[in-house]
């Protein structure tokens, strides 16, 4: 079994910053990717930004330049620095982990429950 727990979600003003981080546990073999996925009210859920196991990053233009994913491999975290936030930023942001429990066992997705965060003034 595999938990991801997420944890960072908070009320901000514009301008403000943020880290969430999301730790991942359980019978874990390896990690491929890891990242943040994003969903305001009406919306559909979005990709924030994802680390693959090399170190190779992506993030959604809304976010390039203020936000910065990074990991911890030994602890199987991934973290989510975000700066100058804005209005709009306000979403339940989910991770993901692109992992398998097994050596012959295919990679799939497993989930966090999401942390909220509202940036308003």
């Known amino acids: 079994q595999v938990q991801l727990v997420e944890s960072g979600g908070d009320l901000v003003q514009p301008g403000g910053s943020l880290t969430l981080s999301c730790a991942a546990s359980?019978?874990?073999?390896?990690?491929?990717?890891m990242g943040w996925y994003h969903q305001a009210p009406g919306n559909q859920r979005e990709l924030v930004a994802t680390?693959?196991?090399?170190?190779?990053?992506k993030y959604a233009d809304s976010v390039k330049g203020r936000f910065t994913i990074s990991r911890d491999y030994a602890k199987n975290t991934v973290y989510l620095q975000m700066n100058n936030l804005k209005p709009e930023d306000t979403a339940v942001y989910s991770c993901?982990?692109?992992?398998?429990?097994?050596?012959?066992?295919?990679?799939?997705?497993?989930w966090g429950q999401g942390t909220q965060v509202t940036v308003s003034s």
């Open positions: 359980g019978s874990i073999f390896s990690i491929a990717a």
């Open positions: 680390i693959r196991s090399g170190g190779s990053t």
């Open positions: 993901y982990a692109n992992l398998r429990t097994g050596p012959t066992l295919g990679f799939r997705n497993y």
